[in-house]
């Protein structure tokens, strides 16, 4: 479909390459497939290096990756600082080139309002799609409140403010954006991530990723702090070693900040012979594994930004007809419903018992994974968010149309970085 003269989007996320995120490009295709001109800035990374190319219409835009901020205020400036920077820079290029109506903001950081501020007097409304809680993620990374959990705090405040509409990933962000956000509930649309169904298919499995084991435990994600690394490692020492499950093998898809300190840990606990770390995976790869897993595990821990978020690994393992256990979190429950087993809050000791009971049910796992991949195709799966997405941009737009905007291009806002 060709680009409707007056919808033109550019949409800006921070922490993960285009098309690499995966809730991002759903959304920039889906824009695209409705006639939206869709341009995207992202980080470079995990073999997505071109500065500039048009994937299936959609013109993306790369920086280099900035250092992920892993200790304290001056890392997360640096972070931030270069961010910040390149979203300016490739921003008046694109508004040079080809313009946009609206800023489609992904967090973290709560950032992106200063570049939707710069643009609103050329008529540019602001959608922000709230990927995390902010201050609840740094509250989980660093352990501590104080004056940067209230900068945290009031930048979280300032994007809401500035938004025109917000998306949210599940019920609980959306009570942030009303409640603590203070926006409209008319303004707030519920766009939940997931797989698409087309692409996550079941299929048969390969045998020779079991390493010689009867049973295949799946992760897939980042390995990092605040996923519950520790706390598999701990349950898969339990599991093995107390509970006599030694017939089993763990693959763990993935890549972050924490991986050799995971690795590190199983091989002190002496469990190598049970883990393969494959690193990132994509497409048929990631799929060859999944579909070969017997178990998904999903061990982030039970804090203020977990309960409260939609894990996409859990939503995959649903996709594919896997039965997952996790802990006792407010959205993991909402999303999995009976496709998984729930362990008391960080307890790695009834984590290896829920994988236990399942490893001596087989028939019970078949029955939690048909009744998740059942429970994804009719109400969770990508096709029942997209139209969620799209009546937030008709929202937006006729926002746009009642206030009065340029749809063509001008020269920059004053201040704005040059191109370098």
């Known amino acids: 479909m060709e680009p409707e003269h007056g919808r033109r989007v550019l949409i800006v996320v921070e922490n993960l390459p285009v098309p690499l995120d995966r809730r991002v490009w759903l959304e920039a295709t889906t824009l695209r497939q409705a006639g939206y001109e869709v341009s995207v800035i992202s980080p470079t990374g995990r073999g997505w290096e071109l500065p500039y190319e048009e994937i299936d219409g959609v013109h993306i835009y790369r920086h280099p990756a900035p250092p992920e901020a892993h200790s304290g205020a001056i890392a997360y400036a640096r972070e931030y600082t270069h961010a910040l920077r390149h979203w300016f820079r490739l921003a008046r290029r694109i508004w040079r ?3 946009f109506d609206v800023i489609h903001g992904c967090n973290p950081p709560d950032l992106v309002f200063l570049l939707a501020l710069a643009y609103r007097p050329r008529g540019v409304r602001y959608l922000f799609d709230h990927h995390d809680v902010c201050p609840e993620l740094f509250e989980a990374k660093f352990g501590r409140r104080g004056l940067l959990y209230g900068i945290m705090r009031l930048w979280e405040r300032l994007n809401f403010a500035c938004a025109d509409v917000s998306i949210a990933t599940n019920e609980s962000f ?38 010689g084991a009867s049973v295949l435990i799946g992760y897939v994600g980042v390995i990092g702090q605040q996923e519950g690394m520790d706390l598999l490692v701990a349950a898969a020492d339990h599991l093995i070693n107390r509970l006599g499950k030694t017939d089993v093998h763990f693959a763990i898809v993935g890549f972050g900040p924490h991986l050799e300190a995971v690795r590190a840990d199983v091989a002190a606990r002496g469990l190598a012979a049970h883990f393969t770390f494959t690193g990132p995976l994509y497409g048929e790869d990631l799929l060859r594994v999944l579909n070969t897993a017997d178990i998904g595990v999903s061990p982030d821990p039970k804090n203020p930004m977990n309960d409260i978020s939609t894990m996409n690994k859990v939503m995959e393992y649903m996709t594919l007809g896997k039965p997952v256990v996790q802990f006792q979190l407010t959205e993991g429950r909402a999303s999995a419903g009976d496709a998984a087993l729930y362990a008391r809050a960080n307890d790695p000791a009834d984590f290896a018992a829920k994988i236990a009971w399942l490893i001596e049910h087989p028939e019970e796992r078949r029955r ?24 937030a941009y008709e929202r937006i737009f006729a926002m746009r149309r009642h206030h009065g905007g340029s749809s063509r291009p001008e020269p920059a806002p004053g201040g704005l970085a040059g191109d370098g």
């Not at 203070?182 to 079941?202: D, G, I, L």
């Not at 991949?373 to 799966?381: P, T």
Request: proline share 9%; charged share 30%.
């Open 97 to 99: 080139e080809r313009g």
């Open 368 to 391: 939690m994974g048909a009744y998740g991949r059942r429970r994804v195709l009719e109400s969770l799966g990508w096709e029942h968010s997209r139209p969620h997405l799209l009546a």
């Open 174 to 211: 959306r009570r942030i954006a009303v409640k603590r956000g203070r926006m409209a509930p008319e303004n707030v649309f519920v766009v939940r991530s997931a797989p698409q169904t087309e692409k996550f298919v079941p299929q048969p499995s390969d045998p020779s990723l079991k390493k």
